[in-house]
């Protein structure tokens, strides 16, 4: 029988997220199971997303019942050879924190290996008293029914979380993480982050994007489709109608004056059948990002973890917003963050006048500590699939 890796997933698993996830790194020897738990979470938010799910390695799971004999299944697989069960499930809400105490009880004293992953890629801002205040308010004003709803998801943040003590293995990225996954009898695993392991597999798989003079744009699901915005009950505060003329007509002058062509890397949660028209016609790519900022000149994000490739291949950034945007302050706070972390700029697109006549150089110095800092601990090593395969399912 084959090894199995499975993946609890609290949020609709679209197919993008497979080679996102680095699922597709596992040898043969491997079986990987993806239990989509998002329409017992919340199945409005996983309805609202517009990508497709087809992956028949992608149980949907609609219900406790049925959550409660996936369980059971592979607590009995386990007997048969080595499993490893990575919990993705945050407790945010009452039945989060059900289902938490549902995976202890139906995996407790089984051979199942339970991972924890800490390898955002990126680091994690503090708010401000403003931010905080305009978070409580819906971002917009304070607002008494988000502040409740923000109460409510600390006070579950807070409650017991009985599948942390059945964690036998933590894997880490970066020297920024590596402290807080440093705890007695768990082992530590040395990784990367999802894109620097898409980085170093990216040596064995074959793409055929060809792409010279270009410049990739990292595209958000919003306002065209919808994104996590729609979970916080955050407002979105870019709109179909201004968002995209101005970023066309700020994308001609970056075309102009580099000489070169802007195209769209897709995020994973968009339908890209119709983005192109909403770009201006210019080619629009989905599960390639790696591939199209190796062969780029300039990278434009709103706010991406992807800009890791950016770093990873020393491409300069263009940490870009609009006036629609300045009083977004998650938006904001990120770019103010990521630019000054890598030494990139901030550039307003409603602002084309302020763009530099020659692409600024990278800061290389500033480049390799966010590299160390945030996406690997082993730069030349195995992917992260590799080191499951090894350390836990004894490959």
């Known amino acids: 029988m084959k090894h199995r890796y499975i993946i609890i997933y609290p949020w609709k698993f679209v197919d993008a997220l497979y080679g996102i996830y680095g699922f597709d790194c596992f040898s043969n020897q491997t079986e990987v199971l993806v239990l989509d738990i998002s329409r017992i979470l919340n199945k409005r938010f996983s309805d609202s997303i517009a990508a497709p799910s087809t992956l028949k390695n992608v149980r949907k799971v609609g219900t406790l019942r049925q959550l409660v004999a996936e369980l059971r299944e592979v607590r009995k ?38 991972l924890t992953s800490i390898n955002y890629g990126m680091p994690t801002f503090k708010e401000n008293k403003r931010s905080k205040l305009l978070s409580a308010g819906g971002n917009h ?81 919003g306002p065209l489709f919808r994104g996590d915005y729609t979970l916080s009950g955050n407002k979105v505060h870019k709109t179909i109608d201004v968002w995209y003329p101005s970023l066309c007509h700020f994308f001609d002058r970056l075309e102009e004056r580099y000489d070169a062509k802007v195209v769209i890397a897709a995020h994973y949660k968009s339908d890209i059948s119709t983005l192109s028209d909403y770009f201006g016609g210019r080619e629009v790519f989905s599960g390639c990002t790696n591939k199209l900022i190796s062969e780029s000149k300039l990278v434009v994000t709103e706010q991406s973890s992807a800009v890791a490739f950016a770093v990873i291949y020393k491409k300069p950034i263009f940490f870009v917003y609009s006036d629609e945007l300045k009083e977004d302050v998650f938006v904001m706070r990120f770019s103010d963050n990521m630019a000054k972390l890598l030494g990139q700029m901030k550039i307003n697109a409603n602002q084309i006048d302020s763009i530099p006549s020659v692409i600024p150089q990278i800061n290389e110095s500033a480049y390799q500590n966010y590299k160390d800092q945030f996406l690997t601990s082993d730069p030349t090593g195995q992917t992260n699939a590799q080191l499951i395969e090894s350390k836990i399912l004894g490959l």
């Open 77 to 114: 697989s386990s007997c048969d050879g080595g499993v490893c069960v990575n919990y993705l499930v945050p407790s945010q809400s009452l039945i989060s924190v059900f289902i938490n105490f549902i995976c202890f009880f139906q995996l407790r004293n089984s051979e199942v290996k339970v």
């Open 141 to 221: 004003g304070f607002s008494l029914g988000n502040f409740l709803k923000k109460v409510y998801s600390f006070f579950c943040a807070r409650l017991p979380s009985p599948m942390s003590s059945l964690v036998t293995h933590t894997l880490v990225a970066g020297k920024n993480f590596e402290v807080q996954g440093s705890t007695e009898n768990i082992e530590i695993i040395k990784g990367h982050c999802h894109n620097y392991e898409r980085y170093l597999f990216s040596g064995n798989q074959a793409i055929t994007v060809k792409l010279t003079d270009t410049i990739v744009f990292l595209d958000a699901p």
